[in-house]
């Protein structure tokens, strides 16, 4: 069937006796269209109670424009809508699109919006004649601010359409002008769990679209604790599974048993009917278990009552298939409560991989060990453990709950997540036992007493294979179009719902978890974007409620989109991808002026509103190691690096240690770690594993990174470690003449005290002289640091002077300090 034959686009519930139905095209016959619901293809089902056409300005709630019966195309946007920092009393928005010359039309009066009312509602708007609107290909438009800001298209907005560079915008359709829509009611609910479908039925050809639930659907919820719960004489389980037409749980008390486990039914609670659970006269701590769930077939299902599914809230897992270990919460005990969360504007972060980390530690460990949670326990434990030593006091570690290894020994980074409650079953040494609860609290209790706080990467934007969410409710989990297709903008090929209501609180539920249960000190959430910032505040407004100092940070981007900015209102920090591009540019002579002064300052405002809210880096574990970036070699091969790779490293490392916000740093970067130029190494623990010999290759880089973190954490690196956003005035910037070469100096009007810094960094090939003037030389400074080394207190270095022209030799950086 041709699209242009097809005559119903979609149908959606708005309550379980109403809905929503949108044709293919204006209807603008009087008599109402042949439409009627079906079940299964049956004809057998609910009459209309009414259909009524909706109001046409409703359609343009949605897709910002609408045409009435007189020819007129209104576009419009409802002001409770807009961003909140727009004032739009005060702000010009215009219309922009193929039809004006896009950012042309900033400023022409005839395409600027006006405040009106709109069903009582305010608005901006704009009315134009409509024929001029409608083209093949259709014509595209956005909103965009007096000052050049553009405004979002949301996700859901029916007539988004993105260019080749991802960028969204919204298209004009001659045929859908907000006379294709018709509203229906029931005189009485439809049950959820059975396959409905709207008909168009004409003669003796029927054309049919399933009716899928609404936004009413996914605001379903329940308050009640989910998962199984072992008592003195009997163990509840409860699932959510607002859809399911049966639910049945399998039990068994050793895994030699599975094929013949119990089966026991679940009912649905009466006073929470999206909500199966079952009360079994019997504690099972320990024993094993499993659901398999029945439901509607259709685009929106995947459901198949024959597959074993991982209960969302297990505590523990076989691996990850399951089953799940019903484990008594007495057993699961607390994490650790005796360590202090650093502040955030005093966090220096090293993002870790536990494998990578204890692979080739010089501890006695056996393979097992040296595999999981223990290994990196006694190698946390011992006197030389490398991050100890470096001086970072905090660990993000990639992710450690269950995700999607296919083998205990395959190796995996571990962002396909499958149990959102369960330490990583190839981690754990006894995972039928769940022995990795107390390995990983260990684990973490290590850390703290190392004065190292823990942040886990943790990934809720999708997850890994099975899909167990899949099969207890596609449509209310996952993000997906109208046919059903999964959404995609993760990569993984299924975007988790966040928005939905049960998602976000099991998002809350599991942080939640990892803070109680296992101590950890904060979050850092992967392609937070896909998680968006409504559901993001609720979380942490959620978090703060448990653990006050939460450590909160955003990977704010994904295939879709950036959120950074978003975040700004927020309390959540984010990785500033920016400052990773702009100092890998930077240290080869690249960059402007204007870059180094922005990011040095905390990407103030455009990115962080606070100074912590940047976490500023140039290595993480998505790309190539720093070295392989930056290297003179062929083929990005840093292995051997050369001299000025190893120069440019060290000034890597102290603009990065002088930057405002929060410094992150990729293990094993401080000794040249190099993974021969390969890019994407995720299945690769060879390459990934880090070769702690490289320390003795390049002992003084490594030096010169923990000196840097030391100096960081020192009284006088205070004024690196801001908590408010300074005035402009306090940063005194020096540029040499047609030269990326700089000097700063903080607290440059001393409204930070008597104490002052002057750093100074030449990226360039050449010698360079930069202009300080007389005042600035003619202050007592005292030098702390060169791009080699710092200087031992007392020392006879030969330290170099302040001059009014102040002399930086190639690839070269200092540090001063004048104390007033």
Not at 65 to 88: C, H, M, Q, W
């Amino acid at each position: 069937m041709r699209s242009r034959e097809k005559k119903i686009a979609r149908a959606w519930l708005t309550s379980p006796s109403s809905g929503v139905i949108e044709l293919a095209h204006d209807w603008r016959a009087r008599h109402k269209p042949p439409l009627s619901l079906s079940l299964g293809g049956a004809a057998a089902a609910p009459h209309f109670a009414t259909l009524t056409r909706l109001p046409d300005y409703t359609f343009g709630l949605e897709s910002a424009y609408f045409v009435n019966k007189k020819g007129e195309i209104f576009f419009f946007l409802p002001t409770s809508r807009l961003p909140a920092d727009i004032d739009f009393l005060t702000t010009a928005v215009y219309l922009a699109g193929d039809f004006n010359g896009w950012e042309q039309a900033v400023g022409q009066r005839e395409w600027r919006l006006q405040a009106g009312t709109l069903a009582g509602d305010a608005v901006l708007m704009l009315a134009q004649r409509a024929d001029k609107f409608f083209g093949q290909p259709p014509m595209r438009f956005k909103f965009i601010t007096g000052d050049h800001r553009w405004l979002g298209v949301p996700n859901d907005a029916p007539n988004l359409i993105r260019d080749d560079q991802g960028n969204a915008n919204r298209f004009i359709d001659p045929e859908r002008t907000g006379q294709h829509r018709f509203h229906f009611t029931l005189a009485g609910p439809l049950d959820l769990a059975e396959p409905w479908a709207v008909l168009w039925f004409e003669g003796e050809v029927a054309q049919s679209v399933p009716l899928r639930p609404g936004d009413f659907f996914h605001q379903l919820k329940t308050h009640l604790p989910l998962g199984s719960f072992p008592g003195q004489d009997e163990t509840v389980f409860r699932l959510f599974a607002p859809r399911a037409k049966n639910v049945e749980l399998r039990v068994c008390d050793n895994l030699a048993a599975q094929d013949t486990a119990h089966a026991y039914p679940l009912a649905r609670n009466p006073y929470a009917p999206a909500v199966w659970e079952v009360t079994l006269a019997q504690n099972l701590h320990g024993w094993f278990y499993w659901y398999q769930v029945d439901g509607p077939q259709n685009e929106f299902g995947f459901f198949n009552r024959a597959q074993r599914i991982l209960d969302p809230y297990a505590l523990a897992t076989v691996d990850r298939i399951g089953p799940g270990i019903v484990l008594d919460r007495g057993w699961v005990g607390r994490g650790d409560r005796d360590f202090s969360t650093p502040a955030w504007q005093d966090l220096v972060i090293a993002e870790a991989h536990v494998r990578d980390l204890t692979a080739h530690a010089p501890v006695k460990a056996s393979p097992a060990e040296r595999s999981g949670f223990t290994g990196l326990t006694k190698w946390v434990q011992s006197p030389s453990f490398y991050l100890h030593k470096l001086g970072v006091n905090a660990v993000e570690l990639q992710p450690v709950q269950e995700f999607d290894n296919q083998t205990r020994e395959e190796y995996h980074w571990g962002y396909m997540t499958n149990s959102f409650f369960a330490p990583e079953s190839s981690y754990s040494l006894d995972p039928a036992r769940a022995s990795g609860v107390r390995e990983l609290q260990d684990l973490v209790r290590a850390f703290h007493r190392r004065g190292i706080a823990v942040l886990l990467d943790v990934v809720f934007n999708h997850v890994g294979e099975p899909a167990h969410l899949m099969f207890i409710d596609k449509l209310y989990y996952f993000e997906q179009d109208d046919d059903g297709k999964l959404a995609n903008w993760s990569g993984c090929g299924n975007d988790l719902r966040a928005r939905s209501a049960m998602v976000t609180r099991l998002i809350i539920d599991s942080c939640t978890h990892l803070i109680e249960v296992y101590g950890v000190d904060g979050f850092r959430f992967d392609l937070a974007d896909l998680i968006g910032v409504d559901v993001l505040r609720e979380v942490e407004a959620s978090l703060k409620k448990v653990k006050p100092d939460v450590v909160l940070i955003s990977e704010p981007w994904s295939f879709r989109g950036h959120i950074a900015g978003a975040l700004r209102d927020t309390g959540w920090a984010s990785w500033n991808d920016g400052y990773r591009k702009f100092l890998g540019e930077f240290v080869r002579g690249g960059g402007t002026h204007e870059g180094f002064a922005y990011f040095l300052k905390g990407s103030p405002w455009h990115f962080a509103k606070w100074p912590a809210q940047t976490v500023n880096y140039t290595e993480s574990h998505d790309d190539r190691t720093w070295i392989d970036l930056i290297t003179e070699n062929a083929d990005h091969n840093g292995f051997a690096p050369t001299a000025n790779d190893r120069r440019r490293t060290h000034l890597m490392a102290a603009v990065l240690f002088a930057s405002i916000g929060i410094p992150m740093i990729s293990s094993g970067q401080d000794f040249l770690r190099s993974k021969r130029g390969v890019n994407n190494t995720y299945q690769q623990g060879d390459l990934n594993a880090l070769d702690y010999r490289r320390l003795y290759r390049f002992p003084s880089t490594h030096a010169y990174f923990a000196d840097w973190i030391a100096f960081r954490r020192s009284e006088r690196g205070r004024l690196l470690r801001l908590f408010s956003p300074p005035a402009e005035t306090f940063f005194q910037f020096c540029f040499a003449a047609d030269s990326n070469a700089v000097a700063v100096i903080y607290n440059a009007d001393r409204s930070h005290g008597p104490l002052r810094l002057l750093f100074a960094v030449n990226p360039t090939l050449n010698d360079v002289s930069v202009p300080l003037g007389e005042p600035v030389a003619s202050a007592a400074w005292r030098q702390l640091a060169d791009h080699e080394r710092f200087f031992a207190d007392g020392s006879h270095e030969p330290a170099q002077p302040v001059e009014a022209e102040l002399f930086l030799p190639a690839l070269g950086c200092g540090l001063w300090v004048n104390e007033g």
